[in-house]
């Protein structure tokens, strides 16, 4: 585990998640204190939607499928955070906070459950000739550096990918 290669990571998702709102929030305001504020608010309503998703997903897992498995809930739980939250990059930072960094099991097997299946999604179209994802290098010793591109990833395609892991762990 290279802590600067995941932290670099996380930070491209948190530029991915927090710019075009904070530069939007400077435009619209007349000094940098009512930015700030416009900012913040913005954050939080944007994080808590985000987060009732999470455990949207949760209770997914507790009326529908009866899991009896934590590792398992958390990760039908990110998964809706992911597919169906305003905020993937956020949610997909969240979750490589997770694999490595989480001091939690649960937290870490659902987490590098989901990179995994990241991971294994891309090669595949990679080796299906889909240009959408030829730039996203996939390659490395080990997990880490496989998923160190993932920031790459569009909104569109961190949804599909997501999709396609529920989809497979349905079957």
Known sequence: YD??????LRKWL???TWYDLYVNCIKDSQDLE???VKFVDQAVELLKENSLFHEIGHIFVSKYLRLNDESEEE???FLSELRYGPL???SLETIIAASYKSSMDTYNLAG????AGFISYIKNEQKNK???YKDINIQGRNQIEKINNLYKLSEAEIRAISEYIYEQ???
């Open 88 to 90: 993937p990059y956020e």
């Open 34 to 36: 009512e930015a700030r």
């Open 75 to 77: 990760i039908i739980a």
């Open 130 to 132: 889909n240009q959408k």
């Open 3 to 8: 802590p600067s290669k995941s932290n670099r």
């Open 112 to 115: 590098r459950y989901l990179t």
């Open 169 to 171: 762990k349905r079957n």
């Open 14 to 16: 948190y530029y991915k």
